[in-house]
Nanobody
């Protein structure tokens, strides 16, 4: 079973926080690299943050460093994206993705390197 289901999105004022969850199937959760990507209307999908098996290594887009944190809970087969100090430019559909065969340090943040995708959860940040 290959499955990724995102949740936790919503509307928040600038400066607020949200925590997104990605519930994965057992097979998908075993991927060597998992992470979060986002796509705003009319813009290309971009990598936000990724995490390897065992909780590391992690990599983040420059635009979110110091504000977003990717983590995982192996007991729940769940990957999280903790977002703090949200800005209007963070508004986007956020997707969870997985890459089964290569580690994060090889793949990087390019969306085309990831094979499995969830349906997304909307995050809207108002000024």
């Amino acid at each position: 079973q290959v499955q990724l289901v995102e949740s936790g999105g919503g509307s928040v004022q600038a400066g607020g926080s949200l925590r997104l969850s990605c519930a994965a199937s057992e097979y998908t959760y075993s991927s060597k690299c998992m992470g979060w990507f986002r796509q705003a209307p009319g813009k290309e999908r971009e990598g936000v943050g990724i995490i390897g098996t065992g909780g590391g290594p992690t990599y983040y887009a420059n635009s979110v460093k110091g504000r977003f944190t990717v983590s995982r809970d192996d007991a729940k087969n769940t990957v999280y994206l903790q977002m703090t100090n949200l800005k209007p430019e963070d508004t986007a559909m956020y997707y969870c993705a997985a890459a089964p065969s290569q580690p994060c340090q090889v793949l990087g943040l390019g969306p085309s390197e990831y094979h499995y995708w969830g349906q997304g959860t909307q995050v809207t940040v108002s000024s």
